[in-house]
């Protein structure tokens, strides 16, 4: 009985690793990954929702893939993830030969709904083979937050020294341009306890790193599976005694990992920076296996927009911040998104962005042109930033950008660094690893050297990356 499963990712880290579990769920049930989506009874797009590109490009390739179906009318459509919350039935509409729509907060539902189409398609009397033919139509988007409680065991990462961990689900906040809070349902975080579980696995899997996962993750711990959690009065009260029972928050947190698991490093995405506090600094500061790189998405430098955007910060309380984080960890390398071109923004709160970047000097910087998005606060404002003039901007920030990593880059030269070895280069003999505070870097060996923490001195700079030899 052939059961194949093809899967495509697109959008964030937090898709791509809902994908690896998604696959765990499926093989557990007895389907096989296909490698091409030819090969495959049941093709699924885990879709991102974040900006209007993401769509399209999603849209274009299930419209692709609905080619196959006209030669084989058994295969199985699915679009799971952030476009299915956002979209439900009207993704018919544009793609009639899709036959599931499911939500993030579904994912766990999906062996049970891929069940219930091939009961539908065999009842109907379409019965053939192990599928049945033609469209049997589900949706499936409305549960509030994924029920942790039901996460699958069987699970899958993908093979390698680094790993992505999710510890809480969704979003609270309410950002003027963003989807996510649409998409992804309120906040949940994850038991401490299991997210160590996991990281323990890992670690006896061979896993030198992980990321820990979330959209805010510095919230994590405010809502737990069971409803508890430091949200209520009572809940601040027992995280500030500090006794032993206290509510873990995302500080504890990684100081429980550090202590409680042998993983050599740690990362976490992503941070905003109203929940980042010095008690965070502290807690990167203190603990060993937590790496000196934090992701900070200040998304604008204006006052004026980031009121407009419902950030909760001004310009001033975001580089205060960073002041504190630096006399914490000194050598911390720091990145970011900002959109250009949100609703109203000026020539000057553009100039306030571009003062921001030069005054932090970012290791790496996202630069996102704004676009609306159905169902948020700001689409409802005119989208009034002509094209050109995003262009330019998206333009202006990209070579600031360059021209500040180049010389950051430049630094590192004659210096000697730790790089965690994550695999092969592109050409034989080389070898790509990060440093702690992520600049990647290429070192040549002809022994290998996957999943090793060596000694590189840095000799020269590419565009991007650095070159050192082994010391
Ligand atoms: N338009 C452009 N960029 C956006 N982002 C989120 N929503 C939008 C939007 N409507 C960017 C933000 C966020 C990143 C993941 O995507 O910068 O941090
Ligand atoms: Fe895209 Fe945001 Fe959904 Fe991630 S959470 S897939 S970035 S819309």
């Not at 994924?146 to 699958?152: D, G, M, N, S, T």
């Not at 309410?174 to 975080?189: D, L, N």
């Not at 962005?353 to 910087?365: F, G, S």
């Not at 003039?389 to 660094?417: C, D, M, S």
């Amino acid at each position: 009985m052939s059961k194949t499963v093809f899967l495509q990712t697109y959008g964030c880290q937090m898709n791509e690793r809902d994908s690896e579990e998604v696959l765990g769920m499926l093989r557990a049930q007895g389907y096989e990954i296909a490698q091409r989506p030819e090969s495959a009874d049941v093709i699924l797009l885990n879709t991102c929702s974040v900006r209007e590109h993401a769509e399209t490009r999603a849209y274009g390739k299930m419209g692709e893939l609905s080619e196959i179906k006209k030669e084989k009318p058994s295969l199985v459509l699915g679009i799971i993830g952030c476009m299915a919350k956002l979209h439900q039935e009207a993704i018919f509409k544009r793609l009639p030969s899709v036959d599931l729509v499911a939500g993030p907060a579904e994912l766990y539902d999906l062996p049970y709904l891929l069940a219930e189409i091939q009961e539908k398609r065999q009842s109907r009397g379409k019965g053939q083979g192990v599928w049945g033919e033609g469209n049997a139509k589900i949706v499936a988007v409305d549960r509030a937050f994924r029920p942790l409680e039901h996460k699958p065991q069987a699970d899958y990462h993908k093979p390698g020294v680094i790993a992505f961990v999710t510890i809480m689900e969704g979003c609270d906040k309410a950002c003027t341009y963003c989807i996510v809070p649409k998409t992804r349902g309120q906040e949940i975080s994850r038991w401490p306890e299991e997210i160590i579980g996991e990281m323990n696995r890992l670690v006896n899997a061979g896993y030198q790193e992980v990321t820990l996962l979330g959209q805010n993750v510095n919230s994590y711990g405010k809502r737990f599976p069971d409803g508890s959690g430091y949200q209520g009065p009572l809940g601040r009260l027992r995280l500030l005694e500090n006794d032993p029972d206290a509510l873990v928050d995302f500080p504890q947190l990684l100081r429980l990992i550090d202590r409680r698991t042998n993983i050599k490093r740690v990362r976490f995405t992503t941070s905003h920076p109203f929940d980042a506090h010095e008690r965070l600094f502290q807690a990167m500061a203190e603990c060993k296996s937590v790496c000196e790189s934090l992701h900070l998405p200040v998304q604008s430098g204006s006052n004026r927009i980031l009121r407009a955007m419902r950030r909760g910060y001004t310009a001033e309380a975001y580089l205060k911040k960073i002041e504190s984080l630096r006399a914490y960890v000194p050598k911390v390398s720091l990145s970011t998104d900002i959109i250009v071109g949100f609703p109203g923004e000026t020539q000057e709160d553009f100039q306030a962005t571009v003062r921001l970047m030069r005054e932090v000097r970012y290791d790496n910087a996202y630069i996102f042109k704004y676009s609306p998005r159905p169902g948020t606060d700001a689409a409802s404002r005119e989208d009034d930033v002509p094209r050109e003039v995003k262009e330019a901007r998206n333009q202006a920030l990209l070579t600031l950008q360059e021209e500040i990593i180049h010389k950051k880059l430049h630094a590192f030269e004659g210096r000697q660094v730790e790089i965690l070895v994550e695999g092969a280069g592109k050409i034989a003999g080389q070898w790509f690893g990060r440093t702690r505070g992520n600049h990647g870097v290429i070192v040549e060996s002809p022994k290998p050297l996957g999943g090793r923490c060596v000694a590189v001195r840095i000799a020269r700079v590419g565009t991007h990356t650095l070159f050192g030899d082994l010391t």
